[in-house]
């Protein structure tokens, strides 16, 4: 079973500033997807950016950029020019490539970085 | 298009009484899901769906059963419920695809006393 793991409960940054969420993964798989969660207050689930395992490129948006290291296993996030409005939890996502329909291609969490920006 | 809905946003239940979540796609989407969501334990898999009249258990199906009889409804039952089922669910849809991601709700806030 894939697992996600996310070593920062917390992390502060200063408006205008970056900020980089740590995410590291285990899986026996070589094709799958990896996503990035932000979860405002208002607890709506937004899909940030995703990456593809396959793809050797870095995903990028806007100001939010990862670093995808397949062969550690790592997919981290960084959030360039920070913002008040990116305060929220962000979670790290799992999910494979396999072109099974009963596996229902389901998402697998990390427990979330809670990122606080200060003005 | 309302998306991913959810109803009710908000309930309190005391020990041992049932209730029934809905979620509800507009999106004619074949897959659907139930989470909950836990301090420092991000989102937990409850139930699936893969279609219409199918369901199938994740990651932590105890003490919660499913229904599918519409493709665009997904229930979640509880049917004795208890203080460790207080949490936010939340209910997600997505289409076939290889490349498609998944569609939240926004969340229901349960409260077991």
């Known amino acids: 079973a894939q697992t996600v793991t996310q070593s920062q409960p917390e992390m502060s940054v200063q408006e205008a500033e970056t900020v980089t969420l740590s995410c590291t993964y285990d899986?026996?798989?070589?094709?799958?997807?990896l996503f990035w969660y932000k979860q405002p207050p208002s607890r709506q689930m937004i899909l940030v950016i995703r990456?593809?395992?396959?793809?050797?490129q870095n995903a990028t948006e806007n100001r939010f950029s990862v670093n995808f290291q397949k062969a550690a296993k790592s997919f981290s996030l960084k959030i360039s020019d920070s913002q008040l409005g990116d305060a929220a939890m962000y979670f790290c996502?799992?999910?494979?490539?396999?072109?099974?329909?009963?596996?229902?291609?389901?998402?697998?969490f990390g427990g979330g970085t809670r990122v606080l920006v200060k003005p | 298009n309302a998306g991913v809905t959810q109803t009710p946003k908000f309930r309190v239940l005391k020990t041992g009484q049932s209730m029934t979540l809905l979620c509800a796609q507009d999106?004619?989407?074949?897959?659907m899901y139930w989470y909950r969501q836990d301090p420092g334990m991000g989102l937990r898999l409850i139930h699936y769906?893969?279609?219409?009249?199918?369901?199938a258990k994740g990651e932590v199906p105890d003490g919660y059963n499913v229904s599918r009889l519409k493709k665009q409804n997904f229930l979640l039952g509880l049917e004795s419920a208890a203080p460790s089922q207080t949490s936010v669910y939340f209910c997600?849809?997505?289409?076939?695809?290889?490349?498609?991601?998944?569609?939240f709700g926004p969340g229901t806030r349960l409260l077991v006393l």
């Open positions: 997600a849809s997505r289409p076939l695809g290889r490349e498609e991601t998944q569609y």
């Open positions: 899986t026996s798989e070589s094709d799958y997807y």
């Open positions: 990456q593809e395992a396959y793809k050797q």
């Open positions: 996502a799992y999910r494979s490539a396999l072109r099974i329909k009963a596996a229902g291609n389901k998402l697998t």
């Open positions: 999106m004619n989407h074949e897959y």
């Open positions: 769906s893969v279609g219409e009249g199918t369901t």
